[in-house]
């Protein structure tokens, strides 16, 4: 069953802009990812952050998690034509496997 | 070496033909995962082995049958598929069944005609 709801679901901007992309979900949680598809084939790990975090930074990626709205945000600064993938957000992991949302198919125009 | 492998990377089969795929990893997780994938659609759990035992059926139908032979080696097992069985098969791992960040495979992309 799906977990999360990414919005929007297709994104295109231009080289060198932002892109911002946001995902709900619907139970309690200890942490939620994001990870990158590119072209159909297998997906990265991009980033990690835990419930008691409400924002987080990894080089150009900037992540926020909201509790009490049940909502993460992910956001790539200064886009570049090799960020075109798709992105999922995925709440649980472990012993349990990953929910992934639906995903935000971004693409970035030269 | 942070790399899952899986193999084939295409695969076009008949309703009675039998077929396996295989994923690798040679990272010392104990948990390794395969999930399906419909075409734009996110990634669908399908079966969890922990410590090379089947933690987790996520209801699928018995037509597909997975394997853990050892703990650096998943198959999945394929028998009388149906057309709607068409998919990306993703092969995934994590260090320990409770660690959260998970490794993928490229996947196998099947084909039933």
């Known amino acids: 069953s799906q977990q999360g709801e990414e919005d929007p679901q297709a994104l295109s901007i231009q080289e060198g802009e932002n892109a911002t992309m946001n995902c709900s979900y619907k139970?309690?949680?200890?942490?939620l990812q994001w990870y990158r598809q590119n072209s159909g084939r297998g997906l990265v790990h991009l980033i990690l952050i835990r419930s008691n975090e409400r924002e987080k930074h990894s080089g150009r990626l900037r992540v926020t998690l909201d509790t009490s709205k049940k909502s993460s945000s992910l956001l790539i600064t200064a886009s570049r034509a090799a960020d075109t993938a798709s992105y999922f957000c995925a709440t649980g992991g472990g012993a349990d496997g990953l929910t992934f949302g639906k995903g935000t198919h971004l693409i970035i125009q030269p | 070496d942070t790399e899952v492998t899986q193999t084939p990377k295409h695969l076009v089969m008949g309703m009675t033909n039998k077929k396996s795929l295989k994923c690798e990893q040679h990272?010392?997780?104990?948990?390794m995962y395969w999930y399906k994938q419909k075409a734009k659609k996110p990634p669908e759990l399908m079966f969890v082995?922990?410590?090379?035992?089947?933690?987790i059926n996520e209801s699928v139908p018995s037509r597909f049958s997975p394997e853990c032979p050892n703990s650096s080696l998943l198959n999945l097992h394929l028998h009388a598929l149906q057309p709607e069985d068409s998919a990306l098969y993703l092969c995934?791992?994590?260090?320990?069944?409770?660690?959260?960040?998970?490794?993928f495979g490229p996947g196998t992309r099947l084909l039933v005609l």
């Open positions: 995934a791992s994590s260090q320990v069944p409770g660690h959260e960040t998970q490794y």
């Open positions: 139970t309690s949680i200890n942490n």
């Open positions: 082995y922990s410590y090379e035992k089947l933690s």
């Open positions: 990272m010392g997780h104990r948990a």
